[in-house]
């Protein structure tokens, strides 16, 4: 018997970083340029020769909300991808709807390495372990997961409980478990780079101020709050209709791997 974890899962999230994580839009407008040297920056007019120009103020406030969102939302799009560019790894949790009886349950940490740690829960207490290095998978269904697949046998189930399965090659679960995956470069995914975005209300999320950018595709809006002060990540990214609502967290934080011993891995 053979079973695959749902690639709904890697197209879900992957559609909602798509929408949230395109390029900037025509509204993203250039930065001030300063005054040339001996101008006033009051009235344009040359400074006497000899007077000396006042010292530019350094602000010491952090970033507050309110400035990242005088910025059009273009220019917010653009730094959340450059952020999300610099990334080396990650953490996503929550739901994804993948039309069964309620939605699914994903907790991942993964890397840009293919290094990946994680648990996704379905209806009824179903829940897969998985854990990945690059080119290998190891994953570990419940008991709830194989009596749902495989009926009441129960010496099948005594036998296979509590065993892992490795998967070697390319396979759903190696894909989505690589952020190099699911973001270019840029920080963006490119395909939908000409989508627009518009900004929402300023807000604070787990205690941390935040902006909000709402991104338009093909699907619908998604809903990501970006961090108001730099770096600016995105905390919380709800794709349209909430099929997919996914917390970011542990930032650069590294995975950690532990392959399951031989003798708890199924033949």
């Known amino acids: 018997m053979t079973y ?7 197209a879900g999230v992957a559609t909602l970083l798509l929408s949230a994580c395109a390029g900037p839009s025509d509204d993203a407008s250039p930065r001030e340029t300063a005054p040339a040297a ?14 000396e120009s006042p010292e530019p103020t350094e602000s010491t406030e952090p970033e507050s909300a309110g400035n990242l969102a005088d ?7 653009r730094l959340m991808g450059e952020t999300v560019a610099a990334l080396e790894s990650v953490r996503m949790s929550g739901t994804a709807d993948i039309g069964e009886e309620e939605p699914m349950l994903v907790d991942v940490h993964f890397d840009r390495e293919g290094n990946c740690v994680g648990t996704s829960t379905f209806a009824e207490g179903r829940a897969v372990e998985y854990q ?11 008991r709830e997961f194989w009596a749902h697949m ?16 490795l998967e070697t090659g390319n396979t759903d679960l190696t894909a ?13 995914l490119g395909i939908l780079a000409d989508l627009g975005h518009s900004m929402g209300e300023t807000d604070v999320h787990n205690g941390i101020p935040v902006v909000t950018l709402l991104s338009e595709g093909v699907m619908g809006t998604t809903t990501t709050l970006v961090a108001a002060e730099a770096p600016h990540h995105p905390l919380l990214m709800v794709g349209p209709e909430g099929a997919v609502a996914l917390e970011l967290s542990d930032f650069d934080v590294p995975v950690e791997v532990s392959p399951p011993p031989a003798h708890m891995i199924a033949n």
Not at 4 to 10: E, Q, S
Not at 150 to 165: M, N, P, Q, R, T
């Open 4 to 10: 695959r974890l749902p690639a709904i899962l890697a």
């Open 38 to 51: 001996g101008v006033s920056e009051e009235n344009g007019e040359p400074v006497p020769e000899g007077a």
């Open 71 to 77: 910025l059009p939302a273009g220019e917010v799009a």
């Open 132 to 142: 990945a290095v690059p080119g290998k998978v190891w994953s570990k269904p419940n």
């Open 150 to 165: 495989a009926g009441g046998d129960e010496e099948f189930l005594s036998e296979i409980e509590g065993k892992y399965f």
């Open 176 to 188: 989505f478990c690589t952020l190099d995956r699911l973001f270019d470069e840029d920080g963006s």
